[in-house]
């Protein structure tokens, strides 16, 4: 036996070697070896082998003794009574002095290679049957950091060895049937990077939640990078892009969120104590932990490593705060999106509604109900009961027991990478992260639902509610010649629904992106010095706290709304539909009331086109404008499409284009193309001269029926009269359709009578539509129905010939 059976540097392993040292310092090894000459920074370390494990427990006559204790498991004995006999023979147990030698000779060498005595390290368990595809270890043994000094590395080795058999991971174990005594342990030990005086966190290259493989996902938070992992604090979330990232001129940023990053986990003062939890700052809660060279710099290097490896990964980073430099401090293969089939897609829809009892980030696209049962730490697990809904502050591998059983998991605390997402997306369970109160708001016993399925806000309401369930497989989905595209108004649902095989999105709403993220009137950001109103004053200084500049606040989430719908089906076109809010819908905006005028009918009143060259709009219109820019030109996002509202004249067209071009939104330059709804009947009577004027029309069902038949679309007196079949209407559309490609351009719909009328949509098929937009719950039933009717138009074919008579 040799030191090289026992401990070897990492840069001498490869995935080949995952039975020797494990995944996790397998994937170290191959990175140095072949992604480090490319640029990608991994710390300097060494790993002892299973060898050294094997050798570890033969000197201690361990197997015998933890097989005898594992037995009494299978005849019954309690869990936690097993584990803590076994952990106990481990931390009795002293190493070999010629495996002490090793770990303390190759711990002297990391030293003089970092030229540092006592180098300060990290020291992780890597068991050699982890990060497999059908079984995810991670975070089933234990880490330990600021580990100094020879004597507190055997210590911190032995207690790694010993994580083997928390009740976690013997519980987990026993779940999939691995043999305890197959599962060999490496030590990695790792230079430690001095991410307690920056920041630290984890990356993954698809979206954790939907499986969609073209964003890189990042996650961050001050301190070191176990507070992310564990869920202890609400990260900072960045995505980024990866079609783009190879484009030199775009930022594929498209979007980001400050986390609350209420604590941080730094150097403690001594071996008794390596780290500590300590609160942070107020601006350190308001302060993004990257910038976005940082931000780019792990995507690229993420990309790189997905690509290395051939499938998703599950990567930690972090940044040294007396280098500046960033680096990668782990990677493994993301388990839980590589296990689902891309071509089903199962789909969930909340049939009713209750009570909002708190939300928080939705962690898959799942529903469940039950009853809630509020555990205030791991040791009050006893009294969970099978199918309740876990409500707890935040979870950490001590809690896997239990969470399998339970119905729905809500968290105080963590983000979309966090141990209770992580666990939560693998089991399959509903999970809302984040709420920051969710054990104030939900009390025990209380009935409540999970709802994860409206989008990236996961919402807990109140009662045991109605919902749909099903699977669809994808494959089956008939193809046609009209296009059937998506009506898109939450961004944060987009990613949702990439795997449908829809055309593109036929109308992005921009009021839903004001409305639910940005809340302010625009106008009250541009004339914030002029405000009247203390109390909206005080609202807008909170929300946008973080910007000097209180315009970037409605740019910038304007912005990564619309990319990150525009991303979810790139490079499929997006049409973008500007706003179009009635003045009592701007009024009830923070700050609004200032900038809008009372209207008795502000449905036909200043809504759409007439307010963007408007003297009390047009700034708000040019706000608008730099955040659609920022998208196609910064971003590079250039499938998105503007389309412009309730455009009555073709003055007033000629009027909105111009106020486009002013703020660098020039039709045909970088290929934009500019759409109108045609929802008046002017825009019928004149299709040939819009069609001049624009690239392709949107028909509005809703305000063409109002206004072709002068019905009021909210009148309940009037219900039986508004109807988009009347002959009044379809003559409108078929005379649109025959106009507008007599001009070579295209005719879409986007409302709602195609998905509940098969007749509506044999009709536009008929008329030659070019395209139909629907809600995305309805897509699978408008194809069904296209290619009932695209079928129908065809002529019949001839029988087949007579084999007899060849």
Same mark, same amino acid.
């Given at each position: 036996?040799?030191?090289?059976?026992?401990?070897?540097?990492?840069?001498?392993?490869?995935?080949?070697?995952?039975?020797?040292?494990?995944?996790?310092?397998?994937?170290?090894?191959?990175?140095?070896?072949?992604?480090?000459?490319?640029?990608?920074?991994?710390p300097?370390?060494?790993?002892?082998?299973?060898?050294?494990?094997?050798?570890?427990?033969?000197?201690?006559?361990?197997?015998?003794?933890?097989?005898?204790?594992?037995?009494?498991?299978?005849r019954?004995?309690?869990?936690?009574?097993?584990?803590?006999?076994?952990?106990?023979?481990?931390?009795?147990?002293?190493?070999?002095p010629?495996?002490?030698?090793?770990?303390?000779?190759?711990?002297?060498?990391?030293?003089?290679?970092?030229?540092?005595?006592?180098?300060?390290v990290?020291?992780?368990?890597?068991?050699?049957?982890?990060?497999?595809?059908?079984?995810?270890?991670?975070?089933?043994q234990?880490?330990?950091?600021?580990?100094?000094g020879e004597?507190?590395?055997?210590?911190?080795?032995?207690?790694?060895?010993?994580?083997?058999f928390?009740?976690?991971?013997?519980?987990?174990?026993?779940?999939?049937?691995?043999?305890?005594?197959?599962v060999?342990?490496?030590?990695?030990?790792?230079?430690?990077?001095?991410?307690?005086?920056?920041?630290?966190?984890v990356?993954?290259?698809?979206?954790?939640?939907?499986?969609?493989?073209?964003?890189?996902?990042?996650?961050?938070?001050?301190?070191?990078?176990e507070? !992310?992992?564990?869920?202890?604090?609400?990260?900072?979330?960045?995505?980024?892009?990866?079609?783009?990232?190879?484009?030199?001129g775009?930022?594929?940023?498209?979007s980001?969120?400050?986390?609350?990053?209420?604590?941080?986990?730094?150097?403690?003062?001594?071996?008794?104590?390596?780290?500590?939890?300590?609160?942070?700052t107020?601006?350190?809660?308001?302060?993004?932990?990257?910038?976005?060279?940082?931000?780019l710099?792990?995507?690229?290097w993420?990309?790189?490593?997905?690509d290395?490896?051939?499938?998703?990964?599950?990567?930690?980073?972090?940044?040294?705060?007396?280098?500046?430099?960033?680096?990668?401090?782990?990677?493994?293969?993301?388990?839980?999106?590589?296990?689902?089939?891309?071509?089903?897609?199962?789909?969930?829809?909340?049939?009713?509604?209750?009570?909002?009892?708190?939300t928080?980030?939705?962690?898959?696209?799942?529903?469940?109900?039950?009853?809630?049962?509020?555990?205030?730490?791991?040791?009050?697990?006893?009294?969970?009961?099978?199918?309740?809904?876990?409500?707890?502050?935040?979870?950490?591998?001590?809690?896997?027991?239990?969470?399998?059983?339970?119905?729905?998991?809500?968290?105080?605390?963590?983000?979309?990478?966090?141990?209770?997402?992580?666990?939560?997306?693998?089991?399959?369970?509903a999970?809302?992260?984040?709420?920051?109160?969710?054990?104030?708001?939900?009390?025990?016993?209380?009935?409540?639902?999970?709802?994860?399925?409206e989008?990236?806000?996961?919402? !807990?309401?109140?009662?045991?509610?109605d919902?749909?369930?099903?699977?669809?497989?994808l494959?089956?989905v008939?193809?046609t010649?009209?296009?059937?595209?998506?009506?898109?108004?939450?961004?944060?649902?987009?990613?949702?629904?990439?795997?449908?095989?829809?055309?593109?999105?036929?109308?992005?709403?921009?009021?839903?992106?004001?409305?639910?993220?940005i809340?302010?009137?625009?106008?009250?950001?541009?004339?914030?010095?002029?405000?009247?109103?203390e109390?909206?004053?005080?609202?807008?200084?909170?929300?946008?706290?973080?910007?000097?500049?209180?315009?970037?606040?409605?740019?910038?989430?304007?912005?990564?709304?619309?990319?990150?719908?525009?991303?979810?089906?790139?490079?499929?076109?997006?049409?973008?539909?500007?706003s179009?809010?009635?003045?009592?819908?701007?009024?009830?905006?923070?700050?609004?009331?200032?900038?809008?005028?009372?209207?008795?009918?502000?449905?036909?009143?200043?809504?759409?086109?007439?307010?963007?060259?408007?003297?009390?709009?047009r700034?708000?219109?040019?706000?608008?404008?730099?955040?659609?820019?920022?998208?196609?030109?910064?971003?590079?996002?250039?499938?998105?499409?503007?389309?412009?509202?309730?455009?009555?004249?073709?003055?007033?067209?000629?009027?909105?284009l111009?106020?486009?071009?002013?703020?660098?939104?020039?039709?045909?330059?970088n290929?934009?193309?500019?759409?109108?709804?045609?929802?008046?009947?002017?825009?019928i009577?004149?299709?040939?001269?819009?069609?001049?004027?624009f690239?392709?029309?949107?028909?509005?069902?809703?305000?063409?029926?109002q206004?072709t038949?002068?019905?009021?679309?909210?009148?309940?007196?009037?219900?039986?009269?508004?109807?988009?079949?009347?002959?009044?209407?379809?003559?409108?559309?078929?005379?649109?359709?025959?106009?507008?490609?007599?001009?070579?351009?295209?005719?879409?719909?986007?409302?709602?009578?195609?998905?509940?009328?098969?007749?509506?949509?044999?009709?536009?098929?008929?008329?030659?539509?070019?395209?139909?937009?629907?809600?995305p719950?309805?897509?699978?039933?408008?194809?069904?129905?296209?290619a009932?009717?695209?079928?129908?138009?065809?002529p019949?074919?001839?029988?087949?010939?007579?084999?007899?008579?060849?």
């Amino acid at each position: 036996m040799t030191e090289q059976d026992l401990a070897r540097w990492l840069e001498d392993f490869s995935m080949a070697d995952i039975a020797e040292v494990g995944g996790k310092n397998a994937s170290l090894g191959e990175m140095l070896r072949e992604l480090a000459p490319r640029g990608v920074r991994i710390p300097s370390g060494f790993a002892t082998t299973a060898y050294a494990y094997r050798y570890f427990l033969t000197a201690n006559d361990l197997g015998p003794r933890v097989s005898e204790r594992i037995e009494a498991l299978h005849r019954g004995a309690d869990l936690a009574e097993v584990g803590e006999a076994i952990r106990r023979l481990f931390l009795d147990a002293r190493f070999p002095p010629d495996l002490a030698d090793a770990l303390r000779r190759r711990y002297r060498e990391l030293g003089d290679r970092l030229r540092r005595a006592d180098p300060d390290v990290a020291v992780r368990s890597s068991a050699t049957a982890e990060d497999l595809p059908e079984a995810s270890f991670a975070g089933q043994q234990e880490s330990f950091l600021n580990i100094t000094g020879e004597e507190a590395l055997l210590a911190a080795c032995k207690r790694c060895y010993t994580s083997l058999f928390t009740d976690r991971a013997i519980s987990y174990r026993e779940h999939h049937g691995f043999d305890h005594l197959k599962v060999a342990l490496s030590v990695g030990v790792q230079q430690m990077v001095r991410s307690d005086r920056a920041g630290a966190g984890v990356m993954f290259t698809l979206d954790t939640d939907s499986g969609f493989p073209r964003v890189v996902l990042v996650n961050a938070a001050f301190g070191l990078g176990e507070s !992310v992992v564990g869920g202890r604090v609400d990260p900072d979330e960045y995505q980024v892009f990866k079609p783009l990232l190879a484009d030199a001129g775009a930022d594929p940023v498209i979007s980001r969120t400050v986390g609350g990053k209420h604590i941080k986990v730094v150097y403690g003062d001594g071996p008794r104590q390596p780290t500590v939890t300590v609160a942070t700052t107020e601006e350190e809660q308001a302060a993004p932990v990257l910038d976005d060279v940082e931000i780019l710099r792990l995507a690229r290097w993420g990309v790189l490593i997905e690509d290395h490896y051939g499938h998703p990964m599950d990567i930690e980073w972090a940044k040294d705060g007396d280098t500046g430099e960033l680096c990668i401090v782990q990677a493994r293969q993301e388990t839980v999106q590589a296990r689902k089939q891309a071509a089903t897609l199962r789909s969930f829809r909340l049939r009713e509604h209750g009570a909002r009892l708190t939300t928080g980030l939705a962690v898959g696209d799942a529903i469940a109900a039950g009853a809630v049962c509020r555990l205030r730490s791991a040791a009050d697990i006893g009294r969970f009961r099978d199918g309740a809904v876990l409500v707890t502050e935040t979870t950490d591998p001590d809690w896997e027991p239990i969470m399998k059983r339970a119905a729905a998991i809500v968290t105080d605390h963590g983000g979309r990478t966090s141990h209770a997402a992580i666990v939560s997306r693998e089991l399959g369970v509903a999970a809302v992260v984040g709420t920051t109160d969710a054990t104030r708001a939900l009390d025990d016993g209380r009935e409540i639902t999970v709802c994860c399925a409206e989008g990236e806000e996961g919402v !807990v309401y109140d009662g045991l509610l109605d919902y749909d369930e099903q699977d669809v497989d994808l494959a089956e989905v008939p193809a046609t010649t009209t296009r059937v595209m998506l009506n898109i108004a939450n961004p944060s649902a987009a990613f949702r629904w990439w795997r449908l095989p829809a055309d593109g999105v036929g109308l992005a709403r921009t009021e839903f992106v004001v409305n639910a993220h940005i809340k302010i009137h625009p106008m009250a950001l541009v004339h914030f010095d002029e405000l009247t109103d203390e109390a909206d004053r005080g609202r807008i200084a909170e929300l946008t706290r973080s910007y000097s500049d209180k315009t970037e606040y409605f740019v910038e989430r304007l912005a990564f709304g619309i990319a990150r719908i525009a991303a979810a089906w790139w490079p499929r076109p997006v049409i973008v539909r500007m706003s179009d809010f009635k003045t009592n819908e701007y009024a009830r905006l923070i700050g609004g009331g200032q900038f809008e005028p009372a209207e008795h009918n502000p449905m036909l009143g200043w809504r759409g086109a007439s307010r963007y060259y408007s003297e009390g709009y047009r700034e708000g219109f040019g706000l608008e404008c730099r955040a659609l820019r920022r998208v196609r030109d910064g971003m590079g996002l250039t499938n998105t499409v503007v389309m412009i509202p309730f455009c009555r004249t073709l003055g007033e067209a000629d009027r909105v284009l111009e106020a486009m071009a002013a703020h660098g939104l020039v039709r045909g330059r970088n290929d934009l193309e500019v759409y109108v709804m045609a929802e008046i009947p002017s825009n019928i009577i004149l299709a040939a001269e819009f069609g001049d004027r624009f690239d392709g029309f949107s028909v509005g069902s809703n305000d063409l029926t109002q206004l072709t038949l002068g019905v009021d679309r909210d009148s309940e007196q009037l219900r039986a009269l508004f109807d988009e079949r009347d002959p009044a209407v379809t003559t409108s559309i078929r005379s649109l359709i025959r106009a507008a490609h007599l001009r070579g351009r295209k005719v879409g719909l986007c409302g709602q009578r195609p998905s509940d009328d098969p007749g509506f949509a044999r009709f536009l098929v008929d008329a030659g539509i070019d395209s139909l937009s629907v809600t995305p719950d309805s897509f699978l039933l408008v194809k069904d129905n296209v290619a009932a009717a695209e079928r129908a138009q065809r002529p019949a074919e001839p029988p087949p010939a007579d084999a007899s008579s060849c």
